[in-house]
């Protein structure tokens, strides 16, 4: 009896916990179009896996992303920038302080303002993988960890010399497709993210995504297995290859693009051209849950926060003494009847299909409530009840 | 301007709390000087000072502490102060190594190539200093963009001869002692990304003043660059934040002939086109060289002997100071500097296994010279104390070293740490070698770059100024009094045994060409035919 009981309180709070996750959805999605994203923050991981000078354009394509995602509005604080070696104030540099990634050397991308959170020796796999999954020492800054959440959405970008299912950091030690796949949904599973856009520019790029298996990502690759990524262009005066062709592409769609853009990942993903990229670049969509032609660019690359205007209370016409849910809780006879239905799913917690005209799913959801309350409180009376009859027995 | 000036100080009064202080004050200056050898050497300072605060007692890090409110003071590395209730700080992050022979002493005296920190920090209390060393690190790390958490207690020192706080510590009336921590990381590259939080913590940024000036395309151009962060504790006037940025820059680089003219502009891109409202003082110094008399425009508003100033908050804007001189640059024949010794530290032997430290001190004066001489050294690198020796001219002498205190390595954790009190004869060369053994590191002890060596941190030489004949007993506490400004070997690149890395490739190879060899004679013989050929002797004339 006692455990009917608790598992009668057990469901009631489950059920509670539901209907309270179902406003949290209704909040973030009140105006939202069906396929947008539910992301409330953006991160970014941006990785340059490859160290020393000639190794350049690698350098320059993690900063080239930097200065773009960066330029759509994520701070510096929530992006996590880990550079394998110091291009710009290498002392081969013939321009310090600056890293170019066109032969003209019009735009700097390293400029005045950069905060690289891992560099040098720091940018290793065990690194890489802490920052994802968050299993950070105590005393680790914020700067340099990932503090995303199930609302975030999170671009990771790699670059790098690789291969089949690997990707080297450093010429010293590998990342396997596995491994970046079991940390994702180790992502996944502690709720780090909303969704996850993970690109990768190097050779073979495409096998590097093939082993993810947890639910919201959308990937890309520079190449297929079995084809090399090609840089794009050399600076005859920094003296090496200044950026690789996939990101090059990539970057020069991006400066059309916008803080309001509505360009979708579609309209990227078109702009892929094998005969000018000279390789064949890789998508894949099956994990990911909305129509690419509904995902914003700016979903992944933009910091955009929707900012909601509500009107000013008293126009809501709420009084101190009744509060509006109070007020409609009251149960009209007809919604009596539906008391009967709706109280057995009480029990099944399904958030999302509760979702129609949100007046309805609020006073749904109050006569819910109170449906439950009663028969909580009845079962444990009666419990109660039961329990002290048999006291002096015992 | 005076009005924001005013504003700062109501907020200042207003804001002021528990702590008891009253006031904060920044000001900025500017030194610059010509060197003998046509480059200017630049040094920033920005000074702010947080009047009548106290260093947080460590036994208060369990219970709450108070909310900081600054207006002036850097507020993130403020909280980095009081989390980890650190009294005394000393960062620097510098490129290249400063050339004692050419340029003389430094302005700012941390002048060891790459990153150093060295942190004083009172002992008692629920959590230890190492906890709170580690936990300082890594903060600093994270607010400076540097890779300042890999100095860990495999390069972590307490060199209590060589380093004496600066300012002062206090006791919180309970007798808590201090300790130091040192530890340095020859090998960081200083870079726009530490830059950027540095300016981050100037209340006017790099929009206005001074600190206008540091455009990273231009400072990180120089010859040598550093930066640091300096905090200690006044005493009754408070905690002071001092950041600093020194560089060296060489004109005769950018001129199309041998001019070593230089002005703000030509050094760092533009003049100084506003003032920091937030400064107290903002003062431009030029140091005029003795023998010649270049020009500098505009008329500096004072100048005294070998000093010009110029007042940058009542200068005509846009103030860009510029030093022309009439003629050519000649290079000096003599560099004469006011250098008590000449350092040379050298790293002999040519095997992996074994090697000679060398050091030659050169005493230029007619007077005899005593020095503290430090010598930090990560593990694998192994100090052999018995085969210490000091030859003078060629001649062994024993009564060179005295009081040396040494800490042996400890394989993977700890490094070695050698402090000892050198007595230079008047115009000698000394030669100190110790033979050393390098160590054999694990597989994953090695960099990626592993082929390139490892850097060693640089040794410190502190000239000691002749003892008070009074007070001549020979305490260390009484060596802090007589310490002069330390002189930064160069560091050393030790090339340890690597593996071979790529051994797994080699054996594949080796093994299939064996395969291959045996393989193919074998399926040769199997498979040819061997027959004799009878040439025709008329078809073989043919």
């Not at chain 1, 096998?207 to 794009?232: C, D, H, Q, R, W």
């Not at chain 1, 910091?303 to 149960?331: C, N, R, Y």
């Not at chain 2, 208060?60 to 507020?75: E, K, M, R």
Request: glycine share 6%; proline share 6%; charged share 20%.
């Amino acid at each position: 009896m006692h455990l009917v009981a608790f598992l009668h309180v057990l469901g009631f709070l489950s059920s509670v916990w539901a209907l309270n996750t179902s406003v949290v959805n209704d909040f973030f999605e009140r105006n939202s179009a069906p396929g947008a994203s539910k992301h409330t923050n953006n991160w970014a991981v941006l990785v340059c896996a490859s160290r020393y000078w000639f190794n350049y354009r690698h350098m320059a394509n993690a900063l080239g992303m930097y200065r773009t995602v960066k330029r759509l509005g994520i701070p510096d604080s929530n992006i996590i920038l880990m550079l394998a070696d110091d291009a710009s104030c290498n002392l081969r540099n013939k321009f310090p302080g600056s890293v170019y990634a066109n032969p003209g050397r019009h735009l700097d991308l390293y400029g005045d303002n950069i905060e690289v959170d891992y560099r040098g020796y720091e940018v290793t796999v065990e690194n890489f993988i802490r920052v994802l999954t968050g299993r950070v020492e105590p005393s680790v800054p914020r700067s340099k960890r990932l503090l995303s959440d199930e609302r975030s959405n999170v671009f990771v970008y790699m670059t790098g010399h690789g291969g089949n299912e690997f990707l080297k950091f450093q010429d010293n030690e590998e990342i396997s497709a596995f491994d970046i796949a079991d940390a994702f949904e180790q992502m996944y599973q502690k709720k780090r993210y909303n969704e996850i856009f993970f690109m990768i520019d190097t050779c073979q790029a495409n096998s590097m995504y093939s082993k993810f298996y947890s639910p919201n990502i959308l990937a890309t690759g520079s190449s297929k297995v079995g084809e090399n990524s090609y840089s794009y262009a050399n600076d005859n005066d920094i003296g090496v290859a200044v950026i690789d062709a996939f990101t090059h592409y990539i970057l020069e769609y991006m400066e059309g693009i916008n803080k309001t853009s509505q360009m979708s990942m579609q309209d990227l993903f078109n702009t892929y051209n094998p005969d000018k990229i000279n390789s064949h670049p890789g998508v894949r969509s099956d994990l990911f849950r909305r129509p690419l032609d509904q995902a914003l660019i700016t979903d992944f690359f933009g910091g955009v926060a929707q900012a909601e205007v509500i009107p000013p209370i008293e126009d809501l016409g709420i009084t101190d003494d009744a509060p509006p849910d109070l007020g409609d809780s009251l149960p009209a006879p007809e919604e009596a009847t539906s008391l009967v239905k709706v109280s057995p799913s009480l029990f099944s917690h399904r958030p999302s299909d509760i979702l129609s005209s949100s007046n309805v799913v609020d006073k749904k959801r109050t006569v819910q409530m109170w449906g439950g309350l009663c028969l909580v409180g009845g079962l444990a009376a009666w419990a109660f009840r039961k329990s002290a009859s048999r006291r002096p027995n015992a | 301007m005076k009005l924001t000036l005013g504003w700062f100080l109501l907020f200042s009064t207003l804001f002021n709390n528990g702590y008891g202080w009253s006031s904060e004050i920044f000001s900025e200056s500017l030194k610059i000087a010509p060197l003998p050898d046509g480059r200017v050497s630049t040094t920033f300072s920005f000074n702010t000072v947080l009047e009548g605060a106290l260093p947080r007692d460590p036994r208060s890090l369990t219970s709450q502490d108070a909310s900081q409110h600054y207006v002036l003071f850097p507020l993130t590395l403020g909280q980095i102060l009081r989390e980890y209730a650190v009294t005394e700080l000393h960062l620097s992050l510098n490129a290249g190594n400063w050339n004692y022979e050419r340029w003389g002493y430094p302005e700012e005296k941390g002048v060891g190539t790459g990153a150093e920190l060295l942190a004083w920090m009172g002992v008692e209390g629920s959590e230890s200093v190492d906890d709170r060393w580690k936990g300082l690190r890594n903060a600093l790390a994270g607010l400076f963009c540097a890779s300042l958490g890999s100095l860990d207690e495999q390069r972590t020192t307490s060199p209590d001869r060589a380093f004496f706080p600066q300012g002062m510590l206090p006791d919180w009336s309970g007798n808590v002692t201090h300790q130091l921590r040192h530890a340095s990381l020859p090998s960081e590259h200083v870079c726009t990304e530490n830059l950027t939080p540095f300016l981050k913590l100037l209340p006017c940024k790099s929009l206005s003043g001074i600190s206008s000036l540091l455009n990273p395309h231009r400072v990180f151009d120089a010859d040598w660059h550093g930066m640091g962060v300096h905090v200690s504790w006044l005493g009754a006037a408070g905690v002071q934040v001092r950041l600093t940025f020194q560089s060296v820059m060489d004109p005769l680089r950018y001129s199309r002939n041998t001019s070593r003219n230089w002005s703000l502009r030509s050094l760092f891109g533009h003049g100084i086109e506003r003032n920091c409202p937030a400064a107290s003082s903002s003062v431009i110094e030029v140091t005029l060289p003795d023998s010649e008399h270049p020009s500098l425009t505009p008329q500096p508003q004072t100048s005294s002997g070998s000093k010009a100033t110029y007042d940058v908050l009542t200068a005509e804007k846009t103030l860009d100071v510029a030093m022309q001189w009439q003629d050519g640059f000649q290079y000096p024949s003599i560099l004469n500097n006011s250098l008590p010794v000449s350092v040379t530290r050298t790293l002999r032997g040519f095997t992996q296994a074994s090697g000679k430290l060398s050091l030659v001190l050169k005493n230029r004066r007619s007077t005899p010279q005593e020095l503290i001489y430090l010598e930090t050294m990560p593990w694998f690198i192994q100090f052999y104390l018995h085969t210490l020796q000091t030859r003078i001219d060629g001649h062994l002498r024993d009564d060179i070293v005295s009081h040396m205190s040494y800490n042996a390595a400890v394989a993977h954790s700890r490094p070695t740490t050698f402090q000892a009190e050198l007595r230079l004869p008047p115009n000698s060369v000394t030669q100190l070698t110790l033979d050393v053994d390098k160590a054999f590191l694990r597989y994953t002890e090695h960099p990626p770059d592993a082929q390139r060596g490892w850097d060693l941190p640089p040794a410190v030489l502190i000239p000691l100024n002749p003892a008070d004949p009074i007070n001549s007993n020979n305490s260390h506490t009484y060596n802090e009094y007589r310490l002069g400004e330390p002189i930064y070997t160069s560091t050393l690149l030790v090339d340890v045994a690597t593996p071979d890395f790529s051994m797994p490739y080699n054996v594949i190879i080796f093994t299939c060409s064996l395969v291959a060899f045996i393989f193919g004679s074998v399926f040769n013989l199997l498979t040819r035919k061997f027959v004799v050929l009878h040439l025709d002797a008329n078809q073989q004339n043919n």
